[in-house]
């Protein structure tokens, strides 16, 4: 059973969210469904969220399906990005994958016959992603999937399976960085489809990271700017086994001799590390942090090191070192032009990894291109001119030389 504390904020008309007013208004020209359901979706849909509400061309209904309930995993999203209650949570909480997308089909089903909405938006890789799309893709409803077409190449990957199934099934495809372009390109889906845009993770990091500095996280924690690592492991890949998630630690708990070693703990993570008795490990354990904590946390980082996808596009524009412990990336710009190298999963390769960078950190090239805090304008510049049927004001970025050379490609 789900245990969704059922409680969300009320709306906080201070930050400029989307307000109710922007909701049941007839003569809105699109209906736009946004759906949502685990922790990074939150952070991806704020922004397009509060650009849409600015829009009179927009009216929004927001769906929680509950993948995601424990407060500090959903609720504490919303407290702190100023989004707006959902107008409907299903709940579906915890489960094996089918049920969790079964839960979200069955209920979004109803929904959408219902309301009908002009476009269903989704974010991300998650489960409840690939099951709206699903759904509104059957009833014939227009899908727009935002951070189309990344690609591990990995099919263990859950996220992997997620993302392919959403973008064959997508009608407005917005890519965050060009490979994903590329790789939509090469599976056949037509250029006119696929709109770079840039990141929205990063729209909403540009808009806190003020905000972030003034949490005091640091003091909390007793650490000092740049004399601390981060850690984040939650992939099943890393945490399901326990031979993996002990070997991971103990290196961790290696690399604190050096340096103090903070380690927020995914619930997954939490619950394989208590049955292994792992908890006693000399690192700075905490629960799952709120988005402003952990944005000053890694801000202020000497490295970090995870399994995460979003930390590796958030320490490339914060220029903090990232070690990736995977195989594999679905974010090769991290790399290209980042500050994030991929490491592997062997213990021993990620110490000596850690430690040369703690010698000698990777140095960044350039921000990839739009993550400029712009990527929500772009994606609601183009579908208010594809479904509004009008220019858009703002559209100047239609007529920038990589959206053209897209065009005719
Ligand atoms: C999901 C996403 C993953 C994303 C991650 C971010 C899929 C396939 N995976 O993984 O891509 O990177 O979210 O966190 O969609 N739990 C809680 N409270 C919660 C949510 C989960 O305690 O609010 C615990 C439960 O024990 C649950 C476990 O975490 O069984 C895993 O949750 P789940 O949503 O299945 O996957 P994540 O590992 O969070």
């Known amino acids: 059973m789900p245990r969704h504390s059922g409680r969300f904020p009320t709306l906080a008309p201070a930050m400029g969210v989307h307000h109710p007013q922007n909701r049941d208004v007839s003569r809105r020209l699109i209906s736009l469904t946004a759906v949502v359901g685990a922790r990074p979706n939150f952070v991806k849909m704020a922004p397009i969220l509060e650009e849409a509400g600015r829009r009179p061309a927009f009216h929004c209904r927001l769906i929680h399906t ?23 949570n299903f709940e579906i909480g915890s489960g094996s994958h089918t049920v969790q997308a079964a839960g979200v089909m069955l209920k979004l089903e109803t929904e959408l016959n219902e309301r009908r909405p002009g476009v269903v938006l ?3 890789d998650v489960n409840s992603t690939m099951a709206a799309a699903l759904v509104a893709s059957k009833l014939g409803i227009p899908v727009a999937h935002v951070e189309a077409g990344l690609r591990s190449f990995d099919r263990r990957m859950p996220e992997e399976t997620n993302r392919l199934v959403t973008d ?60 601390y690592a981060v850690a984040t492991l939650h992939r099943p890949s890393n945490v399901d086994g326990m031979d993996q998630l002990a070997s991971l630690v103990n290196m961790l708990t290696e690399l604190s001799r050096h340096l103090p070693v903070v380690f927020p703990v995914h619930p997954r993570t939490r619950e394989r590390m208590e049955i292994a008795r792992l908890t006693e490990c000399g690192l700075i354990l905490t629960e799952p942090l709120g988005y402003l904590e952990f944005l000053r946390l890694t801000s202020e980082a000497r490295l970090v090191l995870t399994d995460s996808g979003g930390i590796q596009e958030e320490t490339t524009i914060l220029q903090v070192p990232c070690l990736t412990m995977r195989e594999n990336t679905e974010r090769p710009i991290t790399i290209e032009q980042g500050t994030n190298r991929l490491v592997g999963t062997d213990p021993k390769d990620i110490l000596q990894a850690a430690l040369d960078t703690l010698d000698a950190p990777p140095r960044f090239l350039a921000a990839p291109e739009f993550w400029d805090g712009k990527a929500s304008c772009r994606i609601l510049d183009v579908l208010e001119r594809s479904l509004a049927g009008k220019e858009s004001a703002t559209a100047e970025f239609l007529q920038l030389p990589v959206c053209k050379q897209l065009q005719s490609a």
């Open 168 to 227: 064959v099934l997508s009608d407005y495809l917005f890519a965050s960085e060009p490979s994903g372009v590329t790789n939509l390109l090469a599976e056949g889906v037509p250029k006119e489809r696929i709109f770079l845009v840039g990141n929205v993770m990063i729209d909403t990091l540009m808009k806190y990271r003020d905000k972030a500095a003034k949490t005091g996280v640091l003091d909390r924690l007793g650490l000092e700017s740049r004399k």
């Open 66 to 88: 509950g993948q995601h309930y424990s407060p500090q995993m959903s609720e504490t999203f919303f407290d702190e990005l100023g989004i707006a209650a959902p107008d409907v």
């Open 122 to 124: 989704v974010v991300g």
